[in-house]
C-alpha cells in the first residue's frame, strides 16, 4: 500500500506531493553524489521546498496528506526512483514515519487550547538540527491554526531561513488561520471535502465497516472523513448524535429549552470525563515512574512536585478543550439538522444527511417557514461563536435554545 491511499478524493493534491518527493529524493541523490546542497536548492523554483501550508475544510484529510507526504520524504525503498515514486509504504523510512517513530520526523499535534511560545522554540531548535539517520528533518505542525501570536511570530525566523534538509509541514483550516507573513512563505496545498460515495468506500475496504453503515456514516457526515470512522466504529458515538438530533423536538417552551442546554452541556462534560479517564491516569503513573516514584501510593522525591503540578494543569486545559470540541461537534450536528429542514422547506433536490431523523425534519420543515429555519441555523452559528470568545458555555447554548424554540 503506498502512502498516498489514506488520502480518500484528493487526486491533485496526490500528484502535487507525489511530484515534490520525487524532486526531493533527486535533490538529496545529487548532493549524496556530490552535487548541491538540497537545502539550497529546495526553493520555490521546483516542486520541492522548505514550508508547505496544508488548508481544507474540517475532515478533508489535511494531517494524513502531510504525514504521507513526510513519509514520502523519508522513502528509502530502492525502487523509489521508478515511475511510482517515494512513497511505497511498506519501507523502514515510510513505516516508521507513518507510526510516529521516525527519529526525524516530529508530529506535533496539541490537545490544548493554544501553542504557545516555548513549545514553538523547541520546535525550531529541533528544525535547525540534521537528520540523524533519514533523508529530511520533517516538522509537521497539525494545528497550526491555534499558534498564538507570539507563537506564530517565533516560528516566522525558521521559515523565513530554513535549515538545510528541513521542511516544514503547517496545517490549518484555511489560510486565513496563519499569519500572512508565515503563509506567503510556504507552498499552499488545498483539500476538498471527499466525496460521501468515497467515504463511504474507505471505510468499508480498510475499517471493515458494513457498507450500509458506512454509506449512512459518511452521508451523515457530509465526507468528514474522521467523524464518519467514529460514528461507523463507536456505538456511544452513534447514541449520542441521535439524542442531539432529538433536540429541535424537545425545545418548544422555555423549560424544554432550559433543560436541552443543561443536557447538552452535560454530555459534552461526559465526553471530556470519558478521555481523562483514559488518559490521565497513564500520563500520571508514567511521570510518577520517570520521577522516581516507587509506586501509586509512595510519596514523591522532594522536588518532584512541580513537575507534576505542571502535567495536572495540562490534564485540566486538554479537559477544557476536550469538552469544547464535544459540544460544537454538537452544535454541527444541530446545523445539519436545519440544512435539511431547509432542503425540504425549498423542495431541493439536494441528498438530506440525516435520513435517520426524516420524521423530526418532516416535523420540523411543515411546522415553520424557511425564513424561521434561517434563523436558527444563524443562532447556532452565532452560539459557536460565542464559544469560541470565550464566553460561559452553558450561557451560550441556552440563548441558543432559546432561539430555536418551537412553541
Not at 195 to 211: F, N, W, Y
Not at 356 to 378: F, G, H, N, V
Request: charged share 25%.
Amino acid at each position: 500500500m503506498a502512502v498516498w491511499d489514506d488520502l480518500v478524493g484528493q487526486d491533485r493534491v496526490t500528484q502535487q506531493l507525489a511530484a515534490a518527493a520525487r524532486d526531493a529524493d533527486a535533490l538529496v541523490t545529487a548532493e549524496a553524489a556530490g552535487g548541491a546542497s538540497a537545502g539550497a536548492a529546495a526553493g520555490p523554483g521546483g516542486s520541492m521546498t522548505h514550508a508547505w501550508l496544508f488548508t481544507g475544510p474540517p475532515g478533508s484529510g489535511r494531517a494524513t496528506a502531510a504525514r504521507a507526504f513526510a513519509a514520502a520524504l523519508q522513502c528509502t525503498s530502492p525502487d523509489r526512483a521508478g515511475s511510482a515514486g517515494p512513497g511505497c509504504g511498506f519501507c523502514d523510512g515510510c513505516h516508521t514515519t507513518l507510526v510516529g517513530t521516525h527519529a526525524d520526523v516530529e508530529v506535533v499535534r496539541t490537545d490544548q487550547l493554544s501553542i504557545g511560545v516555548k513549545e514553538t522554540r523547541d520546535l525550531v531548535r529541533r528544525a535547525q538540527l540534521s537528520p540523524a539517520g533519514g533523508r529530511w528533518q520533517v516538522i509537521v505542525l497539525e494545528d497550526a491554526d491555534r499558534l498564538t501570536e507570539g507563537a506564530g511570530n517565533v516560528l516566522l525566523k525558521a521559515v523565513e531561513e530554513p535549515a538545510p534538509r528541513t521542511v516544514w509541514l503547517l496545517c490549518a483550516p484555511s489560510l486565513e488561520d496563519v499569519l500572512p507573513t508565515i503563509r506567503s512563505r510556504c507552498r499552499l496545498l488545498t483539500l476538498r471535502t471527499p466525496s460521501v460515495a468515497a467515504v463511504a468506500q474507505m471505510l468499508a475496504a480498510r475499517d471493515g465497516v458494513e457498507p450500509e453503515l458506512a454509506a449512512r456514516s459518511a452521508r451523515a457526515t457530509q465526507g468528514h472523513i474522521g467523524r464518519a470512522r467514529r460514528l461507523a466504529t463507536d456505538e456511544r458515538a452513534r447514541d449520542r448524535r441521535a439524542a442531539v438530533l432529538k433536540l429541535p423536538l424537545r425545545v418548544d417552551d422555555v423549560g424544554g429549552c432550559l433543560k436541552a442546554a443543561q443536557e447538552l452541556i452535560d454530555a459534552a462534560a461526559e465526553d471530556a470525563k470519558q478521555v481523562a479517564e483514559e488518559i490521565d491516569a497513564k500520563e500520571t503513573e508514567e511521570l510518577r515512574a520517570a520521577l522516581g516514584a516507587s509506586g501509586s501510593g509512595s510519596r514523591l522525591p522532594r522536588g518532584t512536585a512541580g513537575a507534576m503540578k505542571e502535567l495536572q494543569d495540562r490534564q485540566k486545559r486538554r479537559s477544557t478543550r476536550t469538552q469544547r470540541d464535544s459540544l460544537d461537534l454538537a452544535l454541527v450536528e444541530l446545523t445539519g439538522f436545519y440544512r435539511d429542514v431547509l432542503a425540504i422547506q425549498l423542495g431541493s433536490r439536494v441528498e438530506l444527511a440525516n435520513t435517520d431523523a426524516r420524521d423530526a425534519l418532516q416535523r420540523i420543515a411543515s411546522a415553520s417557514r424557511p425564513e424561521r429555519t434561517l434563523r436558527r441555523i444563524e443562532a447556532i452559528i452565532e452560539c459557536r461563536r460565542a464559544l469560541d470568545r470565550n464566553v460561559a458555555p452553558l450561557l451560550a447554548v441556552e440563548a441558543m435554545t432559546m432561539a430555536l424554540r418551537t412553541g
